[in-house]
């Protein structure tokens, strides 16, 4: 067998078989996006317990305004979020209640 003939058929078996590595790599993402492999779903609460997580998610929901309306977690985070924010601002005010001074009682008037 000549060289040429070895070098077209050796084309041949590549345009058969091919490098398909990117059509696999390509099928292999879908099939992985089909199975189920979602984002766990976490509840306002949890997120209130894991600052981290919170600010991780707030910061995913920002770079993306699209998930604000479909995505759970960004309901539940920018719940959690209001929730802490609130809860601050009272424990604040409640704070400051207890360390100002009681207010002074109005002059009487005297005749």
Do not use: I, S
């Given at each position: 067998m000549s060289e040429a003939s070895n070098i077209t058929e050796n084309k041949m078996a590549d345009r058969y078989?091919?490098?398909?590595?990117?059509?696999?790599?390509a099928l292999l993402a879908g099939v992985l996006a089909l199975c189920g492999c979602q984002e766990e779903i976490h509840s306002a609460?949890?997120?209130?317990g894991h600052g981290p997580e919170l600010q991780d998610k707030?910061?995913?929901c920002?770079?993306?305004?699209s998930l604000n309306e479909s995505?759970?977690?960004?309901?539940?985070?920018?719940?959690a979020?209001?929730?802490?924010v609130t809860v601050t601002a009272q424990k604040?005010?409640?704070?400051k209640a207890k360390s100002s001074p009681p207010p002074e009682p109005p002059p009487s008037e005297s005749h």
């Open positions: 078989h091919g490098n398909c590595f990117p059509t696999r790599l609460q949890w997120y209130m707030l910061t995913e920002k770079k993306y305004p995505d759970q977690n960004c309901k539940n985070a920018t719940e979020f209001v929730t802490l604040a005010e409640a704070e």
